[in-house]
């Protein structure tokens, strides 16, 4: 064969084929794309570096077989031109002799066509990943503000309702003790006990319970499959959607190990998170903020994960952060408890240093739970 019935076979518009020997030296060229013999080198494994990759698997096929090489996408240029082509390398016969044929075919239109496709189809996934992400924050900000102004509105309930029946209730279980002191038989002291018992559960029901039906009427206590890691990002968004801006440093560690995906109520863990971060972060102004992110305990059905803040705070602000503190405590507290989980607080006046930690326990997801 010789390269005349190459080019009248391969040789269109976009071909190009090159005939050169073992030792990589040009014999032959078509000059379709571009002319080789204005190059100082005629050595084709220098001109074209990927085929020198390649260069121990052509010394093993056989001259005219229909063995090739076949290598898509290559980038390279020559002169002013780039070229994005495919390369075929096979062993012919030429004058007797075995050598290398290698077809170049320019794909440069096709395949930069291929990555604007391929960018737009990017563009649009992120665009889609930006706006669940979005719309993630904005429905987690929403439970958060609800299950926070339920706190509020049961702690305005509580206070309203003891001002309110407080005495009456008080009256009644006093005149039930009164009268069990004074009671002629046993049944009658009974009777009474009740009394001081159903005042009791009513004084609860008014106080706790109904707030706490209504907490959970609104907010199911459902458990979920949930990234935690993302949690903890989506949350921190939230208070760039408040428009809340730390001037000082924050930083985020999540050590090797932390598990990714559990099993948690998303809206409470995400309030619980919300009020730790923002007590941290917002809460007074410290001068730099350190979240790390461990996990303390793994299990094959369970983990135990820990959440610690340790804050800086400005010398000026020690009165400030050791009255704001004990509300912190509270809060934080209160929360933590209802996901069975423990949280402790401790200021250093001497180190001028606030340290939170906050310590939860989660269900790891099994099989069946990670693959729906």
């Given at each position: ?22 030792n990589?030296?040009?014999?032959e060229?078509c000059?379709?794309?571009?002319d ?11 001109l074209?570096p ?32 780039s ?15 075995p ?8 794909l ?35 439970d ?43 049944n ?33 206590p459902?458990?979920?499959?949930l990234?935690?890691?993302?949690l ?35 809206p ?14 917002f ?15 793994i ?17 000026s ?16 507290t ?38 729906t």
């Open positions: 064969m010789t390269l005349l019935d190459l080019k009248q076979q391969f040789c269109f518009e976009r071909f190009q084929t090159i005939l050169f020997d073992r990589g030296q040009l014999i060229s000059n379709t794309l571009f080789l013999a204005t190059f100082e080198t005629q050595n084709i494994f220098d074209f990927v085929l020198d990759g390649v260069k121990d698997a052509l010394f093993t096929f056989s001259p005219n077989s229909s063995q090739n090489i076949n290598i898509p996408r290559v980038e390279f240029s020559f002169g002013n031109h070229f994005l082509s495919d390369f075929t390398v096979s062993s012919v016969l030429f004058n007797n002799t050598v290398f044929v290698c077809h170049i075919q320019n440069t239109e096709q395949y930069q066509h291929l990555i604007v496709i391929q960018q737009e189809r990017n563009e649009s996934i992120i665009e889609g990943q930006q706006l669940r992400i979005e719309n993630e924050i904005l429905s987690l900000h929403k958060i503000d609800l299950l926070n102004k339920l706190r509020q509105a049961r702690k305005e309930l509580n206070i309203n309702v003891a001002s309110e029946l407080e005495a009456p209730l008080n009256k009644i279980m006093a005149l039930a003790a009164k009268l069990k002191d004074t009671a002629m038989t046993e009658e002291a009974n009777y009474l006990s009740a009394i001081e018992a159903s005042v009791a559960v009513l004084d609860d029901q008014l106080t706790l319970n109904r707030p706490a039906q209504l907490d959970l009427f609104l907010i199911p459902e458990r979920t499959l990234d935690l890691p993302a903890i990002w989506n949350v921190l968004k939230i208070f760039e959607y408040n428009q809340q801006i730390k001037e000082s440093p924050f930083y985020l560690r999540v050590n090797p190990g932390f598990p990714t995906l559990v099993i948690g109520n998303k409470r863990i995400a309030q619980l998170l919300h009020n730790f971060l923002y007590h941290g972060i809460g007074w102004k410290s001068l730099s903020t350190t979240l790390t992110a461990s996990v303390i305990e299990k094959p059905t369970h983990c135990n994960v820990e959440f610690f803040m340790s804050c800086a705070v400005n010398k602000q020690i009165e400030e952060t050791q009255h704001l503190s004990k509300q912190i405590n509270e809060d934080l209160a929360l933590t408890s209802n996901l069975k989980g423990k949280f402790s607080m401790y200021f250093l006046p001497e180190d001028q240093n606030l340290l939170m930690k906050l310590s939860l326990p989660f269900r790891l997801p099994n099989n069946q739970e990670t693959s």
